[in-house]
C-alpha cells in the first residue's frame, strides 16, 4: 500500500535557486506521472524545484501511485516538490499567475503536464537562456503521431537569430504571426533532421509564440506583467501563455531553441471550455490604451 505523500509547503519550497518548473494539471494523473518522469530524468542541472498544482475534479493527479512514485524519485535526486491544490477553478491564466507566485527561482520552465521531455532538455534551455539574454526560450512540442506526416511548406516559416533575439511587437496579420505554423504536428521535427547538427549543438530561432515547454527569466516574465491579466478574463479561455509571450516578446525578445527535447502526449484536453482567446483580450485592451 502506498503511504501517504508528503506535499511539501511554500516556506520551505519559495528559495532563491536557479530554476523552479512550474506544472499546472487537471484530471491527468497518467500524463502527470510520464511528464514527472522526464523532469526525473533531467540531467546538468542539478536542484531544480517543481511546483504542481491540481485542479482535479477528484483526488489530486499527484496521489496516484505512479505520479507519487515520481515526486519522490525527484525528492530522491535532491530537487525540493511542492504539490498544490488551486480550487475554485477561475481559469488557466490564473492558474499560472498562481504557480508563478510560487516560485523565487531566477528562472522558470511553464511545462504543460502531458509533455515528456528528453534527458538533456533542461541544461539545453538553460543555457540558451543564459547566453541568449532574452526574456524566454521554448522548445514546441513534437507529436510524434505525425512523424511520417511531412509539411514542406511550413518549413520556410524557419528563420535563425544570428545574434542575441530583439525584441518584437508581434501582431495577428504580421508575417511573423505566421512563425507558430512551424510547431504544430511534427513540423519542427522535420526542419531538425534537415539541418543534420552535431551532437550537442542548438540554434535559436524566432517565434511569434511556443506552447509547452517555455523557460522564462523570472524577473523578465514578471516585469511584463506576468499572468496578472487573468482577473481581466472571463473563467473559459485559452491561449493565456500567447498573451504573456507576446508581452515579454516586445519588451525583452524569445527564441524557440532546436533541437526540441519535449513530446506531446496527444491526450484529449481537460479544457474543453474555451470561448475566449486570452490574448485577444490583451492586445484590443493594449490597442484601446494608445
Not at 522526464?38 to 498544482?53: D, M, T, W
Not at 522558470?108 to 528528453?118: N, Q
Not at 505566421?178 to 550537442?200: D, F, M
Amino acid at each position: 500500500m502506498t503511504r501517504p505523500l508528503d506535499p511539501g509547503t511554500p516556506e520551505q519550497f519559495r528559495r532563491t535557486r536557479r530554476l523552479d518548473v512550474l506544472i499546472p494539471t487537471r484530471n491527468r494523473p497518467a500524463e502527470l506521472a510520464v511528464t514527472l518522469s522526464g523532469l526525473a530524468a533531467q540531467e546538468g542541472v542539478p536542484g531544480f524545484g517543481v511546483v504542481v498544482s491540481d485542479q482535479s475534479d477528484g483526488d489530486p493527479a499527484y496521489a496516484h501511485p505512479a505520479a507519487a512514485t515520481m515526486v519522490r524519485a525527484l525528492r530522491h535526486r535532491g530537487h525540493p516538490v511542492l504539490l498544490t491544490r488551486r480550487l475554485p477553478r477561475r481559469g488557466l491564466a490564473e492558474h499560472r499567475s498562481y504557480l508563478l507566485s510560487r516560485s523565487a527561482a531566477d528562472a522558470v520552465l511553464c511545462l504543460d503536464d502531458d509533455v515528456w521531455v528528453e534527458p538533456d532538455t533542461l541544461s539545453r534551455l538553460v543555457t540558451a537562456l543564459d547566453e541568449l539574454g532574452c526574456g524566454f526560450v521554448g522548445n514546441a512540442v513534437h507529436g510524434l503521431s505525425y512523424a511520417d506526416d511531412v509539411r514542406p511548406d511550413t518549413h520556410r516559416h524557419y528563420e535563425e537569430w544570428p545574434g542575441r533575439p530583439e525584441p518584437e511587437r508581434i501582431r495577428p496579420g504580421t508575417p511573423q504571426w505566421h512563425r507558430a505554423s512551424i510547431h504544430p504536428a511534427a513540423n519542427l521535427l522535420h526542419v531538425t533532421e534537415k539541418l543534420a547538427l552535431p551532437a550537442g549543438a542548438w540554434r535559436a530561432y524566432k517565434v511569434s509564440w511556443i506552447g509547452g515547454c517555455v523557460l522564462y527569466d523570472r524577473a523578465k516574465l514578471v516585469e511584463s506583467g506576468g499572468f496578472d491579466f487573468w482577473e481581466r478574463l472571463p473563467e473559459r479561455h485559452q491561449g493565456e501563455d500567447v498573451a504573456a509571450q507576446l508581452a515579454v516578446l516586445e519588451r525583452h525578445g524569445g527564441a524557440g531553441v532546436l533541437p526540441s527535447g519535449a513530446y506531446h502526449l496527444e491526450s484529449p484536453t481537460t479544457v474543453t471550455e474555451r470561448d475566449v482567446e486570452a490574448w485577444e483580450v490583451v492586445l484590443s485592451e493594449s490597442t484601446a490604451e494608445v
